[in-house]
DNA sequence: CAAGTCACTATCAAAATGATATGAACATGA
DNA sequence: TCATGTTCATATCATTTTGATAGTGACTTG
């Protein structure tokens, strides 16, 4: 789709999209979150194609989710790291994950677990001002000026 | 993206990205959630080629997050609302307009209000079981046997 | 020095997108 | 009656994106 009409809404929705709007990006972010560092990690995990890999790699350093940090000198190798922009995409992933698994659960499923105490997460969208999950009040848009 | 391989994968996220894994979609349900229902409403909104339009009402309604219902039967007229899944996909969004006003927030930009009492809302995703934020605890993924 | 690894790029067919025009089934007003 | 408007699309088609496959360059390892 053509992003850049959308990128100057004025919906953060739509901002947010412009530059995670696909799948294998929000993948990438997945892999990323989970520790995959390298580009034949996230070509082997993801089964993607290494044109398409090269794109999104490209696009998510360009826009500031990823970041390029070479490795090894010779051969020159780099691998990606998050930002603190693409760590905090998780909540966005752990809570489409939720959905999947409540609408689209059949049959095995992975579980994701808190690493320490190894209970399941159990993720929810509150409002950090009312406390009230997301969804359960009404919402308005507040157009600026 | 190939979506078949994707949609049996074990991963929740992998499944929620099958059915609503594409930026239209997602605006799609944004508008809907703020009570946008018809044909020429979405496309009027998003600037959508009806083309595409067209095909992602009826993807999202295959999907059973929209619902066809008839409110006029001379002329045949249909209008698309949410389902219980699709009512259910709001966190998700609301939660990428957050991330979306914090790294992409430039300008002047719309804002979330509780309908009621006419306060921004603050959207987060926390772990129901411990309260903690996502994010602040490492993620374990526990795949099935 | 042959084989392997890693991060790509090249090529190209197939699929998706998007702009524009058109259609079908009516309602409305002159 | 008849032109015009509304609404929900479909038809056509050029452009763009995709994805599969193969290849490359710069090494390392056995």
Redesign the interface.
Same mark, same amino acid.
């Given at each position: 789709?053509n992003?850049k009409?959308?990128?100057?809404a004025?919906?953060?929705? $739509?901002?947010?999209?412009?530059?995670v /709007? &696909?799948? @294998?990006s929000? #993948?990438i972010l997945?892999d990323a979150?989970?520790g995959l560092m390298r580009f034949d990690e996230f070509r082997k995990s993801l /089964?993607i194609a290494p044109t398409?890999l090269t794109r999104r790699l490209a696009t998510l350093t360009e826009e /500031?989710l990823l970041e390029k940090r070479r490795y090894s000198e010779r051969p020159p190798r780099d691998e990606y790291v998050l930002t603190a *922009?693409g760590? &905090?995409? #998780?909540?966005? %992933?752990?809570? %489409?994950? $939720? @959905?999947?698994?409540?609408?689209?659960?059949e049959?095995?499923? $992975?579980?994701?677990? &808190? *690493?320490?105490?190894g209970?399941?997460?159990?993720?929810? $969208?509150?409002?950090?001002?009312?406390g009230a999950?997301?969804?359960t009040?009404?919402?308005?848009? *507040?157009?600026?000026?």
């Amino acid at each position: 789709m053509n992003m850049k009409n959308l990128s100057n809404a004025f919906c953060p929705i $739509a901002r947010g999209l412009t530059c995670v /709007g &696909d799948a @294998w990006s929000m #993948l990438i972010l997945r892999d990323a979150s989970l520790g995959l560092m390298r580009f034949d990690e996230f070509r082997k995990s993801l /089964g993607i194609a290494p044109t398409i890999l090269t794109r999104r790699l490209a696009t998510l350093t360009e826009e /500031g989710l990823l970041e390029k940090r070479r490795y090894s000198e010779r051969p020159p190798r780099d691998e990606y790291v998050l930002t603190a *922009a693409g760590r &905090d995409f #998780l909540p966005v %992933l752990v809570l %489409l994950g $939720a @959905w999947g698994r409540q609408y689209r659960g059949e049959g095995r499923l $992975a579980r994701y677990v &808190d *690493a320490e105490t190894g209970e399941e997460i159990e993720p929810v $969208a509150v409002d950090a001002v009312t406390g009230a999950k997301i969804g359960t009040r009404p919402i308005r848009v *507040a157009t600026p000026e």
